[in-house]
C-alpha cells in the first residue's frame, strides 16, 4: 500500500503543481485527482477512455508512455525485496523453507498494491477522462503479478540458502572454522603445511571465495545467457531507434519549436508537453528502431510510416 500510495503521491504532487501554476485551469482540484489517477493507471498499462471528443463518441487512450512505467515498477519491486528480506529473517528464525520465505512476503505485497489499486480505479471511474474498469482488471493484476515474480524469482535462492542456514543445528560444522575447534590441536609441522595450502591457492586464485548468493546469482546469469543475449540486442536496437529519432528532431528543429505554442499556449502549459515528451521518448526508440529495421510503424488508421513508404 505504501508503495502504490508513493507513486500515487508523486504523480499528484506534479498535477497538482501544474494545476496551480496554470493561469487558465478547466477544471479544479477534483479534475486535477482525477487526472493524477488517470496517469497512475496509464503507468500500469490500464485504457483510458476520453469522453468529450468532437465527434461526441467516447475514444481511448489506449497508449502507454514507457517512461511513466518506471515510477510503478520500481517501488513495487522495491516493496517486494523488502518484503522479501524481512520474510528471510522470519523463516531463518523459524526454520521454514525457503518457498514460504519468499511466496508469502511477496503475495501479501501484491495483495495490498492490489486493494490500492482497486481505490484508484474506483476513484477514476468518472470524469471526462476515465479509467476502463474491464481494462485495468485484465491488466492491473498482471502488472501486478509479473512484477512480484521477478522480485520473488530473484530473491528465492537467497531465501532458500538463508533457510538452509538455518536449519542446521547449533552442533553442526558450518565451515573450515568450526572443523578446526572440534578436531585435535595440530602440529607445527601440520599447521606449516596449512599456510603453505593457503598461500597457494591466495596465488593461484587471487580472490576470496564467493559468497554463496553471488555464486547462484553467477550461476543464474549463465543459465539465462540466451535472455540476457536478446535483452542486450534489443537495448541496442532502441538506442540506434532513440539516435534515429533525436537526428530527426534536431534536423526539423524550427518546426519542433513552432509546435509547441500550436499545442499550449502558457508556459505551464508547453512545460506540460515538454514532460509528456520526455515520458514518450522510449516509445519514440521503439518507433525509430522499427523504421530504421524496415517495416516502420503506423501513424493513425491506415497509414505506414517506413523508409519506403
Known amino acids: ?21 496554470s493561469p487558465y485551469p478547466d477544471s479544479g482540484a477534483g479534475g486535477a485527482l482525477h487526472i493524477a489517477a488517470d496517469l497512475w493507471l496509464l503507468g500500469h498499462g490500464s485504457q483510458l477512455i476520453r469522453t468529450e471528443t468532437l465527434s461526441g463518441v467516447p475514444a481511448p487512450v489506449a497508449l502507454t508512455p514507457l517512461l511513466l512505467m518506471v515510477l510503478p515498477v520500481s517501488l513495487l519491486y522495491r516493496a517486494c525485496l523488502r518484503a522479501l528480506v524481512e520474510g528471510e529473517d522470519d523463516a531463518a528464525r523459524l526454520g521454514e523453507d525457503g518457498a514460504q520465505a519468499v511466496f508469502g512476503p511477496v503475495g501479501w505485497v501484491a495483495c495490498g498494491y492490489l486493494l490500492t489499486s482497486a481505490t484508484a480505479v474506483v476513484f477514476a471511474s468518472g470524469g471526462p477522462v476515465r479509467a476502463d474498469v474491464i481494462s485495468a482488471v485484465v491488466r492491473l493484476p498482471f502488472f501486478v503479478v509479473c512484477v512480484a515474480a521477478a522480485a520473488a524469482w530473484v530473491g528465492f ?52 571465495p ?42 526539423r528543429l524550427d518546426a519542433v519549436r513552432d509546435a509547441f505554442p ?28 522499427a523504421y530504421g529495421l524496415g517495416p516502420g510503424f503506423a501513424l493513425g488508421a491506415g497509414t505506414v510510416v517506413a523508409p519506403l513508404t
Open 157 to 208: 535462492g537467497r531465501g532458500a540458502s538463508k533457510a538452509a542456514h538455518a536449519r542446521k543445528g547449533p552442533d553442526e560444522p558450518d565451515g573450515p572454522a568450526s572443523h578446526a575447534s572440534s578436531g585435535p590441536p595440530a602440529t607445527t609441522n601440520d599447521s606449516g603445511n596449512e599456510r603453505d595450502a593457503l598461500v597457494e591457492n591466495e596465488d593461484a586464485t587471487s580472490v576470496p
Open 262 to 289: 500550436e499545442l499550449a499556449g502558457p508556459w505551464p502549459g508547453q512545460f506540460a508537453v515538454f514532460l509528456l515528451v520526455l515520458a514518450l521518448l522510449p516509445n519514440a526508440a521503439v518507433w525509430g528502431a
Open 1 to 21: 500500500m505504501i508503495a502504490a500510495g508513493l507513486g500515487l503521491g508523486g504523480l499528484t504532487v506534479l498535477v497538482l503543481l501544474l494545476w496551480i501554476i
Open 210 to 251: 564467493l559468497p554463496v548468493h553471488l555464486r547462484e546469482a553467477a550461476a543464474l546469469v549463465r543459465r539465462v545467457r540466451p535472455v540476457r543475449t536478446v535483452l542486450t540486442v534489443t537495448a541496442v536496437l532502441c538506442a540506434g531507434g532513440l539516435v534515429l529519432t533525436l537526428c530527426a528532431v534536431l534536423w
